[in-house]
Structures are given as C-alpha cells and as structure tokens.
C-alpha cells in the first residue's frame, strides 16, 4: 500500500514538474521573443525614425535661424555698407530691424570688426572690448575657423535672458574678415519646442556637444549637465562617426534607456532621444506574470483533476486487486497483507486466532448438471451465509475456485469449531434456486487454531487438513485435526 501511494506520489510530482517546466518555458519564450521584438522594433525602427522626425523639427525651428544667419552674412547691402565706412548707422538698424520683423527673431545684430560697434535691431547698443566679460564671445568668434558658432549667452538688449546666438563671420570679397552677424532665439522658446517634441513623441530629448556637455534640454526634462551622469560616456560621442545614427542601451538611477545619438551637423552638436526600456517592457513583464498566474491556476486545475483520477482508479484497481468481483470477498492478494495484519496482532495483544477453510461439497457435479452460471449463484450465496453467521471484525477470503478461508480474530478453537457448525447449518438449510429449480449445497469445513511458535502458513495448513479430514469423514461436516489436539 504504501509503494502504492508512494508511486502515485511520483506520479503526481512527475506530471507537475512537465506542467510547471513546460509552462514556465512556453512562458518565459514568449516574454523573451516579445521583448526582443519590442527593443528590435525600438532600435531598428521607432527611435531612428522620431530622430529623424525630431531633426526634420529642428531644421525647421533650430537650423532656420543658422541659415538667416548666413544669408545675413553674405548679404551684399551689409558687405558693402562696411566697406563704404559705415556711413549713415541708421540703414544698418533699419536693415536688422527687418531681419528681426520679418523671420520673427527675438534679436538680430551687426558688429563691425573695424569700429567694433555693436549694431542691433533697436539701435547701437555698445562698443566691444576685449576686456569686457560680455564681448568674449566676438573675439573668440574672430579666431573660428568655422564660418559661424552657436552659443548661449546673456542678451543685453532683453534684460539678460539667456538666448541662443548664431553668431556668423562676415569676410569681404577677398576674404577678410570684417565682423560677425546673426540672430537669436531665446532659450525658453527653445526649450518650449523641445518639452512640445518630447510631448509628441513621448521621449526624452536633449543636445549634447562633442565634449559630452548637455547644452539644451526642455524645462520639463532632464536635470543632469553631462551625458557620463546619463549613463553614457562622453569620449563614445568623440569615437563615433558624424555621420547618422546609432542606438546604444544605457543604464541610470537602476533603469534602463535606448538612446538614439545622431549629429547636426548644422549646430554642430549632437541630438539624443531617450526611451525608458523599463517602462516599455513592464506591459510585457505584467503580461507574463498573467500567464505565469494563469499558467499556475491550469496546473493546479490539472492536478487537481490528475489526482482525483488518479485516486478513484488506484481504488477501483486495489478493489479489483483486494475483492472478488463475483462474491465480494477478500483476494488471495488481500489475505497475504490481512493474515499477517492479524498475526501480529494477535502475538500483540495476546489474543487467540483461528481459521476456518471450507469447500462447497460436489461444487463440479453442480455446474456440469446445471451450468457455470448457477454455480455463480451458489458461490454468491455461501458467501453471503457466511457473512450472516460471522462477526464484522472476521475477514473472509476466497482461496480457490470453492474454497473460502475465514480468519477469526480473538476466537479460540471451541468457538471457532461453534462458528464453523453454524455456517454449515446454515448452507444446507438455505434454498438455492435457479430457473425455477431448487439446488441443494452442503459445505465441508475445517478449523484450526494458531498456536505458539506457529506463521500463517502453518495456520492455514492446519485448517486444509481438518478440511480434507471432513471430506474424509463424509462431507457435510465440521473437521478438527492436529491443531485441536495440541491445543487441548
């Protein structure tokens, strides 16, 4: 019984374990091919594409004023009004006053390399030094190699906000340098288009220059002043290409970015668009933890269906194996695990153990003269008289074709021998009929007693030679043997 158990038990174990595997694997395949999709579908796809969308965007509202600038600064009026002496400033003011009105500049301006006065939209509004903190920026320009930069400085002219200058050197047809032109845009406008960007495309979005430095974010951005606090490296920005884009994974504050890098070429700086990859993939990891859960209920579901399966057909099989299917009485395969069961405890508590075996007399000449089926109904029916004449704790047990073996716990000889005579009178009063005719049935029995020192073998053997001992006598009868002489 408990190999039984103990096997339905590996059964049970061998089945969850394929449940749970198979399950966790489909599962974990799934989530790892979706999340895989999802970063290709990002970093092939979604992030070049809002780059490109995004730099579409800026050479309409960033790159524009670096080409005013340019025009600005080969405009022939401009040359020409520097190298007749800068007469008449007012033209200059007019002309700047336009360029301001008609691209809807926040400032445009004019410094002149041989005055070094600094025209603007509104009027002269100073004389550049070099050793004025505020004029740093036109003697570096001076020295540029680059036909123009792009700086954020302090606007004089507008109480000191912070605006973005495209600041153009202005040469004449021979090349020489005669001073620096441009307009700018203030930092806020600037900042109000890229928090409007990362609200449509649902990124994050800053400029960074080739030293590493974020020059521009939105107001409702980042916080950090360098791209290494952002998780990636300046010096990759120096050793990649100025040419497209790449997409690369970071790591920051415990979560995980892609980021799309692409140069401008026309500012000089380069463009990042962040997607949080943590955020992205919590749908697909909430997705999995659902199956995972789903995956749960079916395998306890299945197992629970297995088991009470398992279960019903274990004891529909150890009925069969433990019952005779025709007169409900124990099995040989029974008697091995009930007759040991009640030697030990019988040895245990001391008690006496008898046996009775009997044999239905004639049981051949019965089914030749009136077929297989009636003898059936005879088997069924001394079955059932023993039953009636029996204790509930006494176990009974078809030992062969029409043999019963009866084991009687706490039962000493004399009773045993009391029990069997009872059965026996029962028997052959009882009518047995079939189709209408009556058969009569006499039993043989033989009984014996367990004694000291004595198995179960020894037990059984006892009673089989007190029941051939009653055959011997003439059937019909209740034998003793050995057994009873020594016990008394």
Not at 42 to 51: K, M, Y
Not at 295 to 316: E, K, M, N, P
Not at 326 to 350: C, E, F, M, N, P
Not at 440 to 467: F, I, K, N, W, Y
Request: hydrophobic fraction near 40%; proline fraction near 2%; charge should be neutral.
């Amino acid at each position: 019984m408990l190999r039984v158990v103990y096997d339905r038990r590996i059964l049970i174990a061998v089945v969850s374990a394929l449940l749970v595997f198979g399950f966790l694997a489909t599962s974990l395949a799934s989530y790892y091919v979706s999340r895989q999709s999802l970063r290709n579908a990002i970093v092939v796809n979604e992030l070049p594409l809002t780059s490109d969308n995004i730099y579409s965007e800026i050479q309409k509202d960033l790159i524009r004023p670096v080409l005013i600038s340019s025009v600005m600064s080969t405009d022939t009026f401009v040359r020409n009004w520097v190298l007749a002496g800068e007469n008449d400033p007012d033209r200059m003011i007019e002309y700047l006053h336009d360029i301001r009105e008609r691209y809807k500049a926040v400032t445009s301006f004019f410094v002149s390399e041989k005055t070094r006065i600094y025209y603007h939209a509104d009027g002269i509004l100073k004389t550049v030094r070099e050793d004025e903190w505020r004029d740093e920026w036109y003697f570096r320009v001076r020295k540029l190699m680059q036909p123009y930069e792009i700086n954020v400085d302090p606007d004089l002219a507008n109480q000191d906000a912070m605006t973005i200058f495209i600041n153009y050197r202005v040469r004449d047809s021979n090349g020489n340098f005669i001073g620096v032109t441009g307009i700018g845009l203030t930092v806020n406008a600037v900042r109000h288009l890229i928090d409007e960007y990362q609200n449509r495309f649902g990124r994050t979005i800053y400029f960074a220059d080739a030293l590493g430095r974020i020059v521009l974010k939105g107001d409702r951005g980042i916080s950090e002043e360098r791209i290494d606090d952002r998780g990636l490296p300046a010096r990759q920005l120096q050793q990649w290409t100025q040419t497209g884009s790449r997409t690369v994974e970071v790591q920051h504050a415990g979560r995980e970015y892609l980021l799309n890098v692409r140069f401008i070429p026309e500012l000089n700086w380069y463009l990042l668009v962040e997607k949080d990859e943590t955020g992205v993939m919590a749908g697909i990891r909430n997705a999995l933890y659902v199956n995972l859960l789903i995956c749960a209920v079916i395998t306890g579901i299945v197992l629970l269906a297995l088991w009470l399966t398992v279960t019903r057909f274990q004891r529909r099989l150890e009925a069969m194996a433990t019952t005779d299917k025709l007169t409900g009485a124990a099995t040989r395969h029974a008697y091995d695990i009930l007759s040991d069961q009640a030697v030990r405890d019988a040895g245990r508590l001391r008690q006496p153990l008898s046996a009775v075996m009997l044999d239905i007399d004639r049981f051949k000449d019965i089914n030749d003269s009136h077929g297989h089926l009636a003898g059936d109904r005879i088997l069924c029916g001394v079955a059932n008289a023993m039953r009636a004449s029996l204790r509930s704790s006494d176990t009974i047990c078809r030992w062969g074709g029409e043999e019963f073996l009866v084991m009687l716990r706490n039962c000493d000889l004399h009773n045993a021998a009391r029990i069997a005579e009872t059965i026996r009178q029962t028997v052959e009063q009882a009518a047995f009929d079939y189709n209408g005719r009556t058969i009569p049935v006499t039993v043989s029995l033989g009984v014996a007693r367990l004694l000291p020192g004595q198995g179960v073998d020894d037990l059984v053997g006892d009673a089989d030679a007190a029941l051939y001992r009653a055959k011997q006598a003439g059937r019909n009868c209740v034998g003793t043997g050995q057994t009873a002489e020594a016990a008394d």
